[in-house]
């Protein structure tokens, strides 16, 4: 049958069972919408197509599937930019559509014409310039194939606005062949052997988990071999929710804000077995010292990510659940008290603690959210403190409910994101934990929550800072507050470390304000006995809700391992 | 350490852009990078000649081998193989010393290509050092001009 690009396009999406996408038209994309218009494509147009990038990747981390969104030529393309990288980071399987300026224009700096496919090339998995309509539906297909295959990631496929008119015969491949493409699922049988020895072998190993345990639902598996060989469990940001937050052998996440004894255990560790993590700088603290006495494993997908950072023993490149389900028939039954306890005593030298007084503290918000959903949400974060708070706090119960921009770590994720999330569960409590700092980085989505009638909560930790460079700033720059501050005006003397003082600028914007000139409800506490009461109207509306806790200014995440620090140099109190 | 990599990819546009931008985004150093046809006119050789330890080695082969237009990486670390480099090169030349460049040319294996009253261009092709070698010889006289294909390299056997 003889289609249009624009008809080749629906029909592609709709054979891919792409079920919502997050959009925005313009002028080279009109062809496309005008074939969207009346389809069964359900589109979610946005307010910025750097939320409609956000929003395809929460859903895709929500589900597992592909998330897919579309942005029109040249400002429309560059928008979706830090949500493509975002993606790339954290192997988020996404397929971004953009439109271009007709082929015949590529080249001559014409109006809203952008290299989409030059600036995306080192954020993107793979990216196509689509020239010829009759590659159009091989390049969709071999899109959504590679962005959720091997690790997967996001792609971006440019369309000239001409492509999309042109019509050919609609050839739907059935099979995706690319020679080039071809990664690795099953481990190496004797790789395999080897590492379940070295597990059988060791006294006092660790597991390392990561993201990629969540993405190839190993997390069953996980627990299985913990449990068979007796094994301390630790994640890292991407992976909370792939273990049970209360099980005893769990240590939390490791890393620059991590447990003190997680961060122990790596140290003391005699083989760590990492699974789907790739030893990231904030996991290692400083490399020379990382878990000096350890022996590694490394099972990952990704070739390149074994031996990176760190040299390991014995790498196992494939996927984490295939490989797990095969070591475990090699796996001893094992105890390891003396292990363990070293394990429980730094556990109870220093347990991840708060000061529990009368003061509105950000974590005491967060533990309370944890309790009253009994994990059971799905929370999605900004980035910075509240972030940090969240994994330490949270204890999210089940894989793909703990949503969070770990390795660009981008500000302004979490509400799109948890937008995302919320349309692809819809009955499913979406809380967005936020800062004040990284909300207004993305309100604009309020819009876009509210007429869709996208229930999402919002917990804004207002401290009046960018608290995360300000935490920097009191430990390692002498307090200097610099444009951390945000009453901050031009007009504000060039030092001040002490807002609040007589003549500093009032706080904006009023967020209760705010949601409510959005038709979303606004809810406000700023004493530690409203925090339950408000949470609970907050999560009972039916409405998207923004609530604003006014939180200690200058609280700090602790414990901490300073950059550039090893593991066990880490700070659980502050002088 | 110097290392020899050959890459076979799709000959597809934008794939030696993907291949610069790997490099540049790792921080790998390139010392030459030739592109060429092979023997199926959908794939394209490229020889690239790198610097770095064997870990810095292993992350280009690997990184390489994840992008997706690329079919096949070959690494000559241990391999028997061969090198060629081909350059021309135009040198002052007048009736004073040419016959002088003639005898350096042909003890070289190399041709002269062009003759004009003050200068010749010489192509020359061998190993990297024969031809660092050669250049050495030719500088006295004064290099006008120079181009060089950057090696292409090939398994034995």
Same mark, same amino acid.
């Given at each position: 049958?003889?289609?249009?690009?624009?008809?080749?396009?629906?029909?592609?999406?709709? %054979?891919?069972?792409?079920?919502?996408?997050f959009?925005?038209?313009?002028?080279?994309?009109?062809?496309?919408?005008?074939?969207?218009?009346?389809?069964?494509?359900?589109?979610?147009?946005? %307010?910025?197509?750097q939320?409609a990038a956000h929003m395809a990747d929460g859903y895709a981390r929500?589900?597992?599937?592909v998330g897919v969104c579309?942005?029109?030529?040249?400002?429309? $393309?560059?928008?979706l930019v830090t949500g493509l990288a975002t993606a790339y980071m954290d192997s988020i399987p996404m397929v971004a559509?953009?439109?271009?300026?007709?082929?015949?224009?590529?080249?001559?700096?014409?109006?809203?014409?952008?290299?989409?496919?030059?600036?995306t090339?080192p954020v993107t998995k793979h990216n196509?310039?689509?020239?010829?309509?009759?590659?159009?539906?091989?390049?969709?297909?071999?899109?959504?194939?590679i962005a959720s295959?091997?690790r997967p990631g996001p792609v971006l496929?440019?369309?000239?606005?001409?492509?999309?008119?042109?019509?050919?015969?609609?050839?739907?491949?059935?099979?995706?062949?690319?020679?080039?493409?071809?990664?690795?699922?099953?481990?190496?049988?004797?790789?395999?052997?080897?590492?379940?020895? $070295?597990?059988?072998?060791?006294?006092?190993?660790?597991?390392?988990?990561?993201g990629?345990?969540?993405t190839?639902?190993?997390?069953?598996?996980?627990?299985?071999?913990?449990?068979?060989?007796?094994?301390?469990?630790?994640?890292?940001?991407l992976? #909370?929710?792939?273990?049970?937050?209360?099980?005893?052998?769990?240590?939390?996440?490791?890393?620059?804000?991590?447990?003190?004894?997680?961060?122990?255990?790596?140290?003391?560790?005699?083989?760590?077995?990492?699974?789907?993590?790739?030893?990231?700088?904030?996991?290692?603290?400083?490399?020379?010292?990382?878990?000096?006495?350890?022996?590694?494993?490394?099972?990952?997908?990704?070739?390149?990510?074994?031996?990176?950072?760190?040299?390991?023993?014995?790498?196992?490149?494939?996927?984490?659940?295939?490989?797990?389900?095969?070591?475990?028939?090699?796996?001893?039954?094992?105890?390891?008290?003396?292990?363990?306890?070293?394990?429980?005593?730094?556990?109870?030298?220093?347990?991840?603690?708060?000061?529990?007084?009368?003061?509105?503290?950000?974590?005491?918000?967060?533990?309370?959210?944890?309790?009253?959903?009994?994990?059971?949400?799905?929370?999605?974060?900004?980035?910075?403190?509240?972030?940090?708070?969240?994994?330490?706090?949270?204890? $999210?119960?089940?894989?793909?409910?703990?949503l969070s921009s770990g390795g660009l770590?981008t500000?302004?994720f979490?509400?799109p994101a948890?937008?995302g999330?919320?349309? $692809?569960?819809?009955?499913?409590?979406?809380?967005?934990?936020?800062?004040?700092?990284?909300?207004?980085?993305?309100?604009?989505?309020?819009?876009?929550?509210?007429?869709?009638?996208?229930?999402?909560?919002?917990?804004?930790?207002?401290?009046?800072?960018?608290?995360?460079? %300000?935490?920097?700033?009191? #430990?390692?720059?002498?307090? %200097?507050?610099?444009?951390?501050?945000?009453?901050?005006?031009?007009?504000?003397?060039?030092?001040?470390?002490?807002?609040?003082?007589?003549?500093?600028?009032?706080?904006?914007?009023?967020?209760?304000?705010?949601?409510?000139?959005?038709?979303?409800?606004?809810?406000?506490?700023?004493?530690?006995?409203?925090?339950?009461?408000?949470?609970?109207?907050?999560?009972?509306?039916?409405?998207?809700?923004?609530?604003?806790?006014?939180?200690?200014?200058?609280?700090?995440?602790?414990?901490?391992?300073?950059?550039?620090?090893?593991?066990?140099?880490?700070?659980?109190?502050?002088? | 350490?110097? *290392?020899?990599?050959?890459?076979?990819?799709?000959?597809?546009?934008?794939?030696?852009?993907?291949?610069?931008? =790997?490099?540049?985004?790792?921080?790998?150093?390139?010392?030459?990078?030739?592109?060429?046809?092979?023997?199926?006119?959908?794939?394209?050789?490229?020889?690239?000649?790198?610097?770095?330890?064997?870990?810095? =080695?292993?992350?280009?082969?690997?990184? =390489?081998?994840?992008?997706?237009?690329?079919?096949?990486?070959?690494?000559?670390?241990?391999?028997? *193989?061969?090198?060629?480099?081909?350059?021309?090169?135009?040198?002052?030349?007048?009736?004073?010393?040419?016959?002088?460049?003639?005898?350096?040319?042909?003890?070289?294996?190399?041709?002269?290509?062009?003759?004009?009253?003050?200068?010749?261009?010489?192509?020359?092709?061998?190993?990297?050092?024969?031809?660092?070698?050669?250049?050495?010889? =030719?500088?006295?006289?004064?290099?006008?001009?120079?181009?060089?294909?950057?090696?292409?390299?090939?398994?034995?056997?």
């Open positions: 049958m003889i289609k249009t690009g624009s008809e080749i396009f629906v029909e592609c999406l709709v %054979r891919e069972k792409v079920d919502i996408l959009g925005i038209p313009g002028g080279q994309l009109i062809p496309i919408f005008d074939k969207i218009y009346g389809s069964p494509l359900n589109l979610v147009l946005t %307010r910025h197509e939320g929500s589900t597992g599937k579309i942005a029109t030529s040249g400002p429309g $393309a560059t928008n559509f953009t439109g271009q300026v007709p082929t015949t224009l590529i080249g001559n700096d014409a109006f809203q014409e952008a290299d989409i496919t030059g600036i090339r196509y310039l689509v020239k010829d309509v009759q590659d159009l539906a091989r390049v969709i297909r071999e899109a959504f194939h295959t091997g496929v440019d369309i000239p606005s001409d492509v999309q008119r042109a019509s050919t015969e609609f050839v739907w491949p059935e099979k995706v062949e690319i020679r080039s493409y071809k990664p690795t699922y099953q481990g190496h049988p004797g790789q395999i052997k080897k590492a379940a020895q $070295a597990i059988n072998e060791s006294e006092q190993p660790v597991l390392y988990v990561g990629g345990v969540i190839s639902n190993a997390s069953h598996e996980i627990l299985s071999l913990a449990k068979k060989a007796d094994i301390p469990v630790t994640t890292t940001l992976a #909370m929710g792939a273990f049970p937050p209360d099980d005893e052998l769990f240590l939390g996440m490791l890393g620059m804000h991590g447990t003190y004894y997680a961060n122990m255990a790596m140290q003391n560790a005699d083989l760590i077995i990492s699974v789907g993590s790739r030893f990231d700088d904030r996991c290692t603290g400083k490399v020379s010292a990382f878990a000096p006495k350890a022996k590694i494993v490394h099972i990952d997908i990704d070739p390149t990510s074994i031996s990176k950072n760190i040299p390991v023993h014995i790498p196992v490149v494939g996927d984490a659940k295939l490989i797990l389900i095969e070591m475990l028939k090699d796996i001893k039954e094992k105890t390891r008290p003396a292990w363990r306890s070293a394990v429980s005593g730094w556990k109870k030298e220093n347990p991840l603690e708060y000061e529990r007084d009368n003061k509105l503290r950000p974590q005491y918000v967060i533990e309370t959210i944890s309790n009253i959903t009994k994990g059971n949400a799905i929370v999605v974060t900004e980035v910075g403190q509240h972030q940090m708070w969240a994994a330490q706090f949270y204890k $999210a119960t089940k894989p793909r409910t703990f770590g500000m302004g979490g509400f948890a937008i999330a919320q349309m $692809a569960n819809p009955g499913a409590l979406v809380i967005d934990i936020s800062g004040d700092g990284s909300f207004q980085m993305n309100l604009q989505e309020l819009a876009t929550a509210v007429l869709n009638k996208v229930n999402v909560k919002v917990i804004i930790l207002n401290n009046h800072y960018l608290g995360m460079v %300000r935490q920097w700033q009191e #430990m390692f720059y002498g307090k %200097r507050y610099s444009a951390t501050c945000l009453h901050r005006t031009t007009k504000c003397p060039p030092e001040c470390s002490t807002p609040g003082q007589k003549g500093c600028p009032v706080y904006v914007p009023d967020f209760v304000a705010l949601a409510q000139s959005y038709g979303a409800v606004g809810l406000r506490a700023s004493e530690k006995k409203d925090v339950v009461p408000v949470l609970e109207k907050a999560f009972s509306t039916d409405n998207t809700v923004v609530v604003e806790f006014i939180v200690e200014k200058e609280e700090n995440v602790l414990p901490m391992v300073p950059a550039g620090a090893a593991l066990h140099e880490i700070i659980t109190k502050l002088a | 350490m110097r *290392h020899a990599i050959s890459v076979l990819v799709e000959n597809k546009f934008g794939v030696l852009a993907r291949i610069a931008t =790997l490099f540049a985004a790792r921080g790998f150093n390139i010392d030459s990078l030739s592109v060429g046809e092979t023997e199926d006119p959908e794939v394209s050789r490229m020889t690239i000649i790198v610097r770095g330890d064997d870990r810095i =080695l292993e992350q280009v082969e690997k990184q =390489l081998n994840k992008l997706v237009d690329i079919i096949k990486v070959l690494d000559f670390k241990s391999t028997r *193989h061969v090198e060629r480099d081909l350059a021309l090169i135009k040198v002052n030349a007048d009736k004073t010393n040419r016959s002088e460049i003639l005898q350096i040319t042909s003890t070289f294996r190399s041709k002269i290509i062009d003759v004009s009253s003050d200068s010749v261009i010489i192509e020359i092709t061998g190993s990297e050092e024969k031809i660092e070698a050669f250049i050495n010889m =030719l500088r006295p006289f004064g290099i006008k001009e120079m181009s060089r294909t950057g090696i292409i390299a090939m398994a034995r056997g």
